[in-house]
């Protein structure tokens, strides 16, 4: 089977290209290195596959279609697309909004788009957020919940993307699934991501920022569970009558305090962290908390890792990469 992945070096990307290697699968990766954080790390996420066999590598920003339709067109035997190339960051979309408009609104209908061109596509797999559930109040969150209130451009384009991917759904018959992920973390992961910027912050005897004055709770997802919610996806397309379009949560289906998770930072690399307290921030949420029933019956997602567990393993990693 090959399977087109996008945004293969940016940090879910790169651990799902791997485990699809790992069973055997060819990869098609598409990525075009975008400088929002570190290139260096998206670089060498990237070497750590393109010495593996069955994997092709295409420098393509998923906002130029011409591209897209032309690299696509290089690889008519892709039978399955996980298309996880996305702008992220919930914050940064406050002050770029045109940048999530392009990649995740434009640069997401490019390629469903160009996958009609496929002699066989047996299923599309799409990255969306939690971040689309917006101010509900309502936990956990379950994929039956109203989603038309969004509270960033973030979250707005996130949620553009699973309306284009019904509407393709319902036209052409594409099978596609969006999974709404919750705050996905491990090694090789986003350094603007919480567990991240703590370490890097703790490490360094830097203040780190702790936002509405600490009182947040994310559900914080282990990338390890993750890829097997998208694997487990990827292998049961929507089927039945009527459109063959599905949204699931990918979450650890666990709500955790953020100052637990600094905490369990602290304990892992054995110094107490400087805390700010800050007001809430524009856009953001006080709270995360996936309902995962849905996933759990359709395709036996079962995520096993806890951040007692994750956390280190995640610390482990970094000190070993940047050697600290």
Known sequence: MTVLVTGAAGFIGSHVAHALLARGDTVVAFDNLDPYYDVVLKEARLARLT??????????????????????????????IVHLAAQAGVRYSLTHPHV??????????????????????????????SSVYGANTK????????????????AASKRAGEMIGHTYSHLYGIPQTGLRFFTVYGPWGRPDMAAFIFTRKILAGEPIPLFNNGDMRRDFTYVDDTVRGVLGCLDHPPSGPGTPFRLYNIGNHRSEPLRRLVEIIEASVGRKATIELLP???????????????????????PTTPIDVGIPRFVEWYRCHYNV
């Open 51 to 80: 010495a593996k066999p069955g994997f092709t590598f295409e420098r393509v920003n998923i906002a130029d279609r011409t591209a897209v339709d032309e690299a696509i067109r290089r690889h008519p035997k892709i039978t399955r």
């Open 139 to 154: 936990l956990p969150f379950s994929i039956d919940d109203p989603v038309d209130k969004p509270i960033s451009i973030y």
């Open 100 to 129: 999530y408009a392009e990649t995740n609104v434009v640069g997401h209908l490019a390629v469903v788009e160009a996958s009609r061109r496929l002699a066989r596509l047996d299923h599309f797999v799409f990255a969306s957020s």
């Open 280 to 302: 809430m921030q524009t856009g953001d949420v006080r709270e995360t908390f996936a309902d995962i029933e849905a996933t759990r019956r359709d395709f036996g997602f079962e």
